[in-house]
């Protein structure tokens, strides 16, 4: 069975600079998605990026982009220029590229709370 | 476009009772998967809906059931309520791939209280 593991509880960074969040995972295998999801106090959760795992280039969404080291099942966020509004709940999933059955099966981490220091 | 609404909000119900809650999916969207987050946790998967049938499932008992309608809305519905079933229950809707290269939109979930 696929487990994503996020060890980092909280993360504190100051406006305007950078940080990492950190994310681990843990299959057999060989095609699959990894994401980062945010969830602000609304509740909603909202994609930040998506990786395919087929996909040597790391993604990047404007400020976001992902560190993904397939051999070492890391898959690191990086948020740079940080603002207030990155406040948030930030999640990091899987999904299995296997055809058929639950495709929208998501495997969360447990979560890295990160506040934002004006 | 509309996004995906949950309904209610928040609810509280007593253990042994029985909750039906809401989810209507956005515009063109035609596959519902519900999700159970405990508080501190991340969203574990409930089950997902497609052509208004069950076609994946994660590991909930079966007194954990749902539907889906033909305007692709859906329902969960959790019978003989116990304390552990206190959570948030997240809707999210997506088209249908082969693969998992569907995104998924999210609703803001639905918080279920148990005493």
């Known amino acids: 069975a696929q487990t994503v593991t996020q060890s980092q509880p909280e993360m504190s960074v100051q406006e305007a600079e950078t940080v990492t969040l950190s994310c681990t995972y843990d299959?057999?295998?060989?095609?699959?998605?990894l994401f980062w999801y945010k969830q602000p106090p609304s509740r909603q959760m909202i994609l930040v990026i998506r990786?395919?795992?087929?996909?040597?280039q790391n993604a990047t969404e404007n400020r976001f982009s992902v560190n993904f080291q397939k051999a070492a099942k890391s898959f690191s966020l990086k948020i740079s220029d940080s603002q207030l509004g990155d406040a948030a709940m930030y999640f990091c999933?899987?999904?299995?590229?296997?055809?058929?059955?639950?495709?929208?099966?998501?495997?969360f981490g447990t979560g890295t709370l990160l506040a934002v220091q004006p | 476009e509309t996004g995906v609404t949950q309904s209610p909000t928040h609810l509280i119900k007593t253990r042994g009772q029985q909750v039906t809650l809401r989810c209507s999916s956005q515009?063109?969207?035609?596959?519902v998967s519900w999700y159970q987050q405990a508080l501190g946790q991340g969203p574990q998967f409930i089950f997902q809906?497609?052509?208004?049938?069950?076609?994946g499932r994660g590991n909930f008992p079966p007194r954990f059931s749902g539907l889906q309608f033909p305007n692709y809305s859906s329902e969960l519905n959790v019978n003989a309520l116990e304390l552990d079933d206190s959570a948030l229950y997240l809707c999210?809707?997506?088209?249908?791939?082969?693969?998992?290269?569907?995104?998924?939109?999210f609703g803001a979930g639905s918080r279920l209280t148990v005493l």
């Open positions: 999210a809707s997506s088209t249908p791939t082969l693969t998992g290269a569907n995104v998924l939109t």
């Open positions: 299959t057999s295998e060989s095609d699959y998605y």
């Open positions: 515009s063109g969207h035609n596959t």
């Open positions: 809906y497609y052509r208004e049938e069950e076609n």
């Open positions: 990786q395919e795992a087929y996909k040597q």
């Open positions: 999933a899987y999904r299995s590229a296997s055809g058929g059955g639950a495709t929208n099966k998501l495997i």
